[in-house]
């Protein structure tokens, strides 16, 4: 069982940053892959990015590759999206997400979700 309460959303303007925190709480907490996904208005959730338990495997989606950075703390309960050249095309709600079953990139696949916090990159 894995709890997850994401924060940090916001309003930007095009080229801003965002920082978004995820706490992960729950007697599984540190040992699962957490990851982003997102979902812009009116479209399906996407996958975003993934860091495993250990920091040592990272995975991103194209789209963002290059501007986000997803990282974890030391404790491995808290995990971390930087965003920097955010876009108008970035705005969406993005969720926190823990313990995925298979493939990272499909959101059926993750077990456990945060609320999700709002970004809006808007000039």
């Not at 990015?49 to 808290?78: C, E, H, L, M, Q």
Request: proline share 7%; hydrophobic share 30%.
């Amino acid at each position: 069982q894995v709890q997850l309460v994401d924060s940090g959303g916001g309003s930007v303007q095009p080229g801003g940053a965002l920082r978004l925190s995820c706490a992960a709480s729950g007697p599984e907490s540190d040992r699962v892959p957490l990851g982003w996904f997102r979902q812009p208005p009116g479209k399906e959730r996407e996958f975003v990015a993934a860091i495993t338990w250990s920091g040592g495997s990272i995975f991103y989606a194209p789209s963002v590759k290059g501007r986000f950075t997803i990282s974890r703390d030391n404790a491995k309960t808290t995990v971390y999206l930087r965003m920097n050249s955010l876009k108008p095309e970035d705005t969406a709600v993005y969720y926190c997400v823990a313990d995925p079953e298979g493939d990272y990139y499909n959101s059926g696949d993750w077990g456990y979700w945060g609320q999700g916090t709002q970004v809006t990159v808007s000039s």
